[in-house]
């Protein structure tokens, strides 16, 4: 559960990052469904689904989307990954959908003007 409290600060922050969630395993597999990982945007983790390969390729996935509000859902085939493991997992992939910052200065009749575009555009 921790992991979903990384992922819930980070996007409260307003920082970009994915939440990836093994949502089924099957045979031999490093983590069982429920596993979560939070990968932010310098690459970095917190939390683990198995580690090597498949936490490669999940950061790999989860780096694409990063800036987005996409998700992806990931069948991996442990074993065409090279993983010893030889299980299937599926991942579900929910980026934070975090967006981008709008900053006026200035209080003045143009600043003023260009707050209400900025709130009309979604900042």
Request: with cysteine; glycine share 14%.
């Amino acid at each position: 559960m921790d992991e979903l409290k990384e992922f819930l600060s980070l996007k409260t922050q307003n920082k970009a990052c994915v939440l990836a969630t093994v949502v089924r395993a099957l045979g031999s597999t490093p983590r069982e469904a429920g596993a979560k990982m939070v990968v932010r945007a310098d690459s970095t983790i917190y939390g683990t689904i198995g580690g090597g390969a498949i936490e490669q390729l999940v950061v790999s996935h989860a780096l694409k989307i990063i800036n987005t509000a996409e998700t992806e859902y990931l069948h991996c085939d442990l074993s065409e990954l090279g993983m010893s493991c030889g299980g299937e997992m599926d991942i579900f992939l929910q980026a934070s959908g975090c967006q981008p910052m709008l900053y006026i200065f200035g209080a003045g009749h143009i600043g003023s003007f260009l707050s209400g575009i900025g709130k009309k555009l979604g900042f």
